[in-house]
């Protein structure tokens, strides 16, 4: 009989359930698809109820059968979530509406009004803008609500009846958190008219929340197990993939593309301010929001059903560096960095009548690798490693653009991910662990690497130069399209 530990992931397009034991062994694992709603062009969102709880009660009942361990050895259990989401709950812990995305536009106007009141601009990811308008759009939910939450602690209050936010995610809220005095700001609230007394209680990312109680016995679990703050998905992914020491860089190539490094040990951070102190824990100096969404919508209405992502890389592997002098600005929804701008759109500039949809499939994997150098450039901390991680690691043709592209060699990891991460901060929790040293002994495992070429990185240094120019050329546009 052993102790087992349980992380749950709940991410943009799919929620993912991982059950290990303390060596780091994989006993079952199971994830679930769930699909972005997107009733009006630029929104996005969540069925909280479908496709947190309802995928976290089956994921987790399906995990028990596989395995066929005895729930009751289950000893804690993480949580971590996309972030970061607005999401409006009543006193039953029920959804009032769908839960609306970071990758959601609809709060320009709102975002524009709160940066005449902030004396530090936020960016439309936030979460206070969404409150603003679910304010001003919805006003009887908005009076309903208990509390403007986050799929993770939402998931945790499902489990436990308690809600508490983590200190991190609070901290992106947008300017509302006071990280000092570890509570809201109740000035800033009250300039941007949002009532404080919706917002939850915050607690570290490591704090036991509460135990399981019988609502739990949905999920297959019993009562009595403990369950951690969690935070969100940036953190837990970097802690799963091992990327946890000062100068480790992540590159993560999922629904949006993020390049995070390390300024100092993640483990010193674990239950403080982590991702959201960008400078001084770490730097977050790309965020392409469009990564896989754009790759999908590119592989699904322009290529075509017949091309799937295999054809795809191969084709685009046979292809030369350039893609046929085609270059790609993949700011199909907005850009978040290096200067945030939520009225961007794509660009693809050089097209011909050569040209397939092959070529533009690779000019997006370079376009997209060229928002990560842009990022990568501007940081001035020596980069050690290099991890790339997320549903693009398995395509060998961009983690070789990656390393060609950076000139520096890049690591992917075997197993992992963000609910192998949470999964061990909740045993830091209860005291399985001391510290990240068992982690990186028996838990992460490298899957493959890449070597720069020379040529290859010299010959990229042209067609990024283009990128940059042609970035600034279009930038005075987006407005006046999008104000039309």
Known sequence: MSDYLLGF????????????????????????PHQIQRPQAGWAEHDPEANYWESFKEITQSMLEKSGIDASDIKAIGVDALVPTMMAVDENDVALRNSILFIDNRAVKQLDEANEKLATKISLEKVVPKILWFKENEPDLYEKTKYFTLPHSYLVAKLTGKTVVDVDTANVYGEIFDVEKNDWDSAQCELLGIDKKKLPPAGPTNQIVGETTTRAAQAGLPEGIPVIVGTGDSYASLVGYGAIHKGDMMI???????????????????DSIHISDPGRTVDWK??????????????????????????????????????????????YMGIRTPEPNAVATGTVFGLGLSHTPVHMYRSLLEGLTFGMKQGMDAIEDPVKRIVVAGGGSNSDLWCQILSDALGRPVEVPKSGGAAMGIAYVSGLAIGAFSDFGELEQGWIQLEKSMEPIEENTKEYQKYYQIYLDLNEAVAPLYRPLYDL
Do not use: F
Request: glycine share 12%.
């Open 286 to 331: 790309a965020n392409m929001i469009a990564c896989g969404q754009g790759l999908e919508w590119l592989r699904s209405k322009v290529a075509g059903e017949e091309y799937s992502y295999d054809r795809l890389n191969a084709e685009a592997a046979e292809l030369p560096i350039g893609s046929g002098k085609l270059i790609t600005l993949p700011h």
């Open 9 to 32: 992931d709940i991410g943009t397009q799919s929620a993912k359930g991982m059950i290990l034991d303390y060596s780091g062994r994989v006993v079952a694992e199971a994830a679930k």
């Open 252 to 270: 993560y190539l999922g629904t949006a593309g993020t390049q995070i490094m390390c300024k100092r040990e993640l483990y010193d951070v674990l």
